[in-house]
């Protein structure tokens, strides 16, 4: 028996359990888009960290001087704090975001989703880790694997080539990346 008889097609030829004319079809995301979604992403998570690390410096200042211990600047351990806070809100940011919605707030911004591309369902969560770890690879040499996305056939990133993972477009309802069969 074989996959299509069985209902389980390639990417081109099902997404959603809807029949696809042809995998070219899918609108996929220019490299600008990305970046641009990747720039408004690394903006929230920044944001986020220096609000965070503001409200914890700020209240452990505030507790010694109540306490009315001496107040030390120590530049080692608030490097070592910044770089925790980062780290934990970008692993956090980008494994639920795309494992959870299928997307993050810069990607939602230029409509892109991440899916598996064996099956143009949506990813779980080993491949939303795997995705997220892919970073570090795709950020070496000099971002070289985020600039794969611009020549790559298909628009993957190295990220997406290690996690098994396509960016798409989709239209502002989500139903109208499918044609239905009738």
């Not at 390639?10 to 641009?36: C, N, T």
Request: proline share 3%; net charge positive.
């Amino acid at each position: 028996m074989t996959n299509a008889e069985m209902g389980m097609g390639s990417m081109s030829e099902r997404i959603e359990g809807h029949d696809l004319v042809s995998y070219q079809e899918i609108k996929k995301p220019s490299f600008w888009a990305r970046l641009g979604a990747h720039l408004v992403d690394s903006f929230v998570i920044e944001t986020t960290a220096v609000v965070l690390i503001l409200v914890i410096l700020g209240a452990s200042f505030w507790f010694r001087w109540t306490l009315g211990q001496e107040l030390k600047f120590d530049a080692v351990w608030i490097q070592v704090l910044v770089v925790f806070f980062r780290v934990v809100l970008a692993l956090a940011y980008f494994v639920i975001g795309t494992a959870n919605y299928g997307t993050t707030v810069g990607k939602r911004l230029f409509r892109i989703y991440v899916v598996s591309f064996s099956t143009a369902q949506p990813i779980s969560l080993g491949q939303s880790w795997g995705r997220c770890l892919g970073y570090m690879v795709s950020y070496l040499p000099f971002g070289g694997g985020f600039v794969m996305a611009a020549f790559h056939p298909e628009k993957r990133a190295m990220h997406d080539l290690i996690a098994g993972t396509v960016c798409i477009v989709k239209e502002k309802d989500p139903a109208m990346i499918h044609k239905e069969v009738t």
